[in-house]
């Protein structure tokens, strides 16, 4: 029995569409076998070791939801009263979170001790599994791409306030409060782009030979 030949375009197509959602959420459900498949991808990540330091909170209250957007818009100000000029006037048109548009929030946190004591492959990098989970949160987001949905990663907190808001343990750092559900649309470009904040850089600026102070020729 054969299965279909993956086409790689489609893995390609995904990753150009997934954006930062900020504005397009519509609120509307998430069904459970679509959160399920969404989740199970995060969970195939690899880690480091294959300690798994993942875990997935996830967070529907509205009033948890709306204490922390309290906090997140507290942040916000706190990042805008260090900006003035055009950096103040165009920072006030950005919309940092859709913590309560979204359906749902997914709190990811990084525990470093599971599969402790010996971590194979950690000895030399401390923050292995810390990366380990960026990519849990890579698998999860691109996943809900290709289900329709879109994921805002609300980064204006502090981390000992999201501890204290959904009772996680002194040794498990949340790492993202990524807003998950239905959209509108899928913007075709960042909405920092879009509203002039920065450009994404062309691939040749970024890609060394050999060695990095070989520069980006040849």
Same mark, same amino acid.
């Given at each position: 029995?054969?299965?279909?030949?993956?086409?790689?375009?489609? =893995?390609?197509?995904?990753?150009?569409?997934?954006?930062?959602?900020?504005?397009?959420?519509?609120?509307?459900?998430? *069904?459970?076998?679509?959160?399920?498949?969404?989740?199970?991808?995060?969970? &195939?990540?690899?880690?480091?070791?294959?300690?798994?330091?993942?875990?997935?909170? =996830?967070?529907?209250?509205?009033?948890?939801?709306?204490?922390?957007?309290?906090?997140?818009?507290?942040?916000?100000?706190?990042?805008?009263?260090?900006?003035?000029?055009?950096?103040?006037?165009?920072?006030?048109?950005?919309?940092?979170?859709?913590?309560?548009?979204?359906?749902?929030?997914?709190?990811?946190?990084?525990?470093?001790? &599971?599969?402790? *004591?010996?971590?194979?492959?950690?000895?030399?990098?401390?923050?292995?599994?810390?990366?380990?989970?960026? =990519?849990?949160?890579?698998?999860?987001?691109?996943?809900?791409?290709?289900?329709?949905?879109?994921?805002?990663?609300?980064?204006?907190?502090?981390?000992?306030?999201?501890?204290?808001?959904?009772?996680? *343990?002194?040794?498990?750092?949340?790492?993202?409060?990524?807003?998950?559900?239905?959209?509108?649309?899928?913007?075709?470009?960042?909405? =920092?782009?879009?509203?002039?904040?920065?450009?994404?850089?062309?691939?040749?600026?970024?890609?060394?030979?050999?060695?990095?102070?070989?520069?980006?020729?040849?």
């Amino acid at each position: 029995m054969s299965s279909a030949t993956p086409n790689p375009s489609d =893995l390609y197509d995904v990753i150009n569409r997934r954006r930062d959602v900020r504005s397009e959420f519509t609120g509307g459900p998430v *069904p459970d076998d679509v959160l399920h498949r969404v989740l199970t991808a995060a969970h &195939r990540a690899p880690s480091v070791g294959l300690s798994q330091p993942w875990d997935f909170v =996830l967070v529907r209250s509205e009033a948890t939801r709306r204490a922390f957007k309290e906090h997140v818009l507290a942040e916000r100000s706190v990042f805008a009263a260090d900006l003035t000029g055009e950096r103040a006037d165009t920072f006030s048109r950005i919309k940092v979170e859709g913590i309560v548009e979204s359906s749902l929030g997914v709190v990811v946190t990084y525990d470093a001790e &599971r599969g402790s *004591p010996q971590v194979l492959g950690r000895h030399a990098i401390a923050d292995a599994g810390l990366y380990s989970v960026c =990519l849990s949160i890579q698998n999860l987001w691109l996943s809900a791409t290709a289900e329709g949905l879109g994921v805002g990663w609300v980064s204006f907190y502090r981390e000992e306030f999201l501890r204290r808001l959904l009772d996680i *343990p002194g040794g498990v750092r949340p790492v993202a409060w990524l807003c998950l559900g239905p959209v509108r649309e899928l913007a075709t470009a960042p909405d =920092l782009e879009r509203h002039g904040w920065r450009r994404r850089l062309p691939l040749e600026d970024v890609v060394h030979y050999e060695t990095y102070q070989r520069g980006h020729v040849r």
